[in-house]
């Protein structure tokens, strides 16, 4: 496949190696229907399993299949960024290799693409996930379309289509960590959101523990606004009004009643709360302090091992 790609498949990988061959099958079957040039890049984020393997097999048996290996894993976000280094394709499709968004979708993404859109986002009907998923993953939606402005019911799907000029400004973007729907929202005007399948996950484990979803929403809230950092600034404004509001009634008690020491546990309950709305506050700037550290040193967000194109 000698012609420039008009498409670019991108899907980052994490010991998916029982899901690579029916995954390769449904791309390359939805992509062919298409009937444009594409090409299919996979980001081997450190698996451990025969993954790798499997890609290089598909890179030598299929034309436009291209593999990017990592020396270890850094996360689905930092796979698609070394994804977008090298795509070449008009059209920017980005999927995840569980098999759980069909493939099949992905001629609507094109086609909404070719209406003219910038970014084609999607949420999933009849989503097959846990009840903690579900209700982390609105958390997150809640708080991405009030942050970028944008306000899209499933921030979470990663079956979602660019324009080249999105991702050619998400590529100027070097911050360590980010979270690439907001990203690419804040570079693009017309934005659309579409309906797709959600399939069951057949095969594997998925790879977002509590953790994980933890420091998405960090990494989501301290990468695209000041909003906790200042609400720590209002809280500890508030919090000071009400210390100097109840010691003038403690002072003014005092005159009418007289010394007491019924009220120290009260004070002493009053004080650990305190304290804890102070550590809270020191964890938040913590968190934009670490960030600006990272950023500071410039280190690279990823390192390549393996490229075959």
Known sequence: MDTKPYISVLIPLLNEQDSLPELQQRIRDALEGIGKPYEIIYINDGSIDNT????????ERFPGVKVIEFNRNYGQHMALFAGFQFCQGDIIITIDGDLQNPPEEIPRLVSKMEEGYEVVATFRKNRHDSFFRRFASNIVNKITSRLVGVKLKDYGCMLRAYSRPVIDHINMCTESSSFIPALANTFARKIVEIEVAHEERKKGQSKYSI???????F???TS??????QFIGVLGSVIALLGLFFALFLFIRRLIIGPESEGA??????????????IFALGVIGEYIGRIYQEVRRRPRYIIKKELF
């Open 52 to 59: 790798q393997r499997i890609l290089e097999d598909f890179h």
């Open 219 to 221: 990494d989501l809230m």
């Open 224 to 229: 695209f606004s000041l909003l906790p950092i």
């Open 265 to 278: 546990f009260t004070l002493f309950g009053i004080l650990f709360f305190f304290i804890g709305i102070q």
């Open 211 to 217: 953790f994980k979803l933890l420091r998405l929403n």
